[in-house]
């Protein structure tokens, strides 16, 4: 059996990114082998002293149409398809003057970079690369006889290979090079079309797809059985994506979901005002509270279920001080994400050294137009973010009764908070802070029922009498299609509800709100999160 080793004797490299590019090809030239280029890679190879042929020099065509045109050319695309000992492509290459290329160096041209900078429309089509995955493609097609590397980490690899076997690569180390090609050019033209699909306001493209870098590999996923990985998109929305890991353990699968959970909460909660700190326990929140320091939000916010905060994950919509660190010490959190936080707080928290600090440098925009994916069997579900906000909503007061200012600004806090709740979904809120919450329940009168057993438990807890609930707001996340979970609701104590509204029997719901004597509000805006 022929030996799958093949020797690089000749190398083209055209990069945008240049971090390494001379390290790598004065390795390359050491080992003899020759070095081809383009435009700029060209010219920081010659600025180093290296010997490098000219892509126009090779093909005798020069660089025209502002760059759009250098590489795709037969001497280069011969050279990278060509079957060695293969009869036919032997007589191809020899009868057109086309000589092989062993090793493709490509980076992309940085059209990811140039639209999360918001660049013009211009910039960001001139940025679409066409001969570089052209000559990716073709070299990872043919990898049973060239190396193609399309990620600056991947030199380190390609150096200990050529090391380790006299100037050759495996079949082994090609093939997975190959791999890693096609998944980089099949994710920058799926960031390249989902970014024209947006722009053209396209609701509903004929071919859609997702395409991501790898940030780590997981343990494992939801339960230790499954396997996992965590994989970077284009968006550049603040958050669990974007974060730096400042300390702690790598976050787990379900410590992502919850992270993500937790800080696009507390991004509903304007940071120029109140302090907002949100935990997060199974991806649903047990407790959002709202306070003049971050602490006393973080207070607020554990009163609501204390007992399902261990354990938890906890986002604060500002920087986290040492007070709110000496208190986020006192219980077992699985981890903290956080715009920032200051020295005296990251020196409190660096003592629990298992728990995760993530700081993302900023909020998400809560009104951002951004997609959402999630996988059925047989394929894949796209929607828009619910960007949605109770702040934009022409609330509705239908009852008799209007609710007080208090009760108002408890029902923007509740709406605020429903929304992040899996449906059927309640919230009970109280002076800046939920004191009871029914997620998930098949029936919104149970979740009714959940929240007010949850307010319940939280008095208890604090000392605080029978229930948190009797002068509370409760928010629903839909319609009540009965007047049940109302009733369940005001024997409980509630004073004021606010809920999309939109049920055939709404009028039998406002009559059951009057004859309580609480103040109802429609929003016209449904928030299911299932």
Not at 57 to 72: A, H, S, V, Y
Not at 168 to 175: D, E, K, Q, W, Y
Not at 371 to 394: K, Y
Not at 502 to 516: H, N, P, Y
Request: glycine share 10%.
């Amino acid at each position: 059996m022929a030996s799958d080793l093949r020797r690089i004797e000749r190398a083209l490299l055209s990069v945008s990114d240049k971090a390494g590019l001379v390290d790598f090809a004065r390795f390359l030239h050491g080992r003899g082998v020759a070095l081809v280029s383009t435009g700029g890679t060209r010219d920081a190879l010659a600025a180093a002293g290296l010997p490098v042929t000219e892509v126009a020099d090779l093909t005798g065509f020069p660089e025209m149409m502002d760059g759009r045109l250098k590489t795709l050319h037969p001497l280069v695309h011969g050279g990278l398809l060509a079957v060695r000992e293969n009869p036919s492509h032997e007589a191809a290459m020899l009868a057109h003057n086309i000589r092989p290329i062993d090793l493709l160096v490509v980076n992309l041209y940085p059209f990811e970079a140039t639209v999360a900078r918001g660049g013009t429309p211009e910039e960001c089509v001139e940025n679409i690369d066409i001969g570089g995955p052209a000559m990716i493609r073709g070299a990872a097609k043919n990898h049973d006889d060239v190396a193609v590397v399309v990620d600056v980490a991947d030199y380190a690899l390609v150096r200990s290979e050529m090391e380790a076997h006299d100037g050759t690569t495996t079949l082994r180390v090609r093939r997975g090079l190959a791999q890693k090609a096609y998944a980089r050019t099949a994710a920058y033209d799926a960031t390249i079309a989902n970014h024209l699909a947006a722009t053209a306001l396209e609701e509903a493209p004929a071919f859609r797809a997702l395409g991501g870098t790898l940030q780590e590999p997981l343990r494992y996923g939801e339960n230790p059985h499954q396997k996992a990985a965590f994989y970077r998109t284009l968006d550049a929305r603040p958050g669990v994506g974007s974060a730096k890991l400042i300390q702690g353990k790598a976050l787990s699968f379900n410590n992502i979901g919850d992270a993500d959970a937790a800080f696009e909460l507390v991004a509903e909660f304007d940071p120029a005002g109140p302090a907002a700190v949100a935990i997060i326990k199974h991806a649903n929140p047990c407790g959002v509270g709202t306070g003049a320091t971050p602490a006393e939000a973080y207070a607020r916010a554990l009163r609501c279920d204390p007992v399902s905060a261990f354990g938890g994950v906890v986002a604060v919509n500002r920087r986290v001080d040492a007070a709110l660190a000496t208190e986020l010490a006192k219980i077992f959190t699985e981890a903290i994400i956080a715009p920032d936080a200051d020295d005296e707080a990251r020196a409190i928290l660096g003592a629990k050294k298992n728990l995760r600090l993530l700081l993302t440098g900023g909020l998400p925009d809560r009104r951002q137009p951004g997609t959402l994916w999630r996988t059925v069997s047989g394929g894949f579900l796209v929607q828009e973010r619910d960007a949605a906000t109770v702040d934009d909503a022409d609330l509705k007061v239908v009852t008799r009764r209007a609710p007080t200012s208090e009760e108002m600004d408890d029902l923007r806090l509740g709406f605020r908070v429903v929304k992040h709740v899996k449906s059927n979904a309640i919230v009970f809120a109280r002076g800046g802070a939920t004191v009871g919450i029914g997620a998930g329940q098949m029936s919104r009168v149970d979740s009714v029922r959940t929240a007010v057993w949850k307010a319940q438990e939280a008095a208890r807890a604090a000392g605080a009498g029978d229930s948190l609930a009797p002068g509370a707001a409760m928010a629903s996340d839909a319609f009540f299609p009965f007047a049940d979970g109302l009733e369940a609701a005001v024997a409980a104590g509630i004073t004021a509800v606010i809920q999309p509204g939109g049920s055939l029997r709404d009028a039998e719901v406002v009559e059951a709100a009057d004859k309580a004597g609480i103040a109802m509000v429609m929003t016209g805006i449904r928030h299911f999160k299932h």
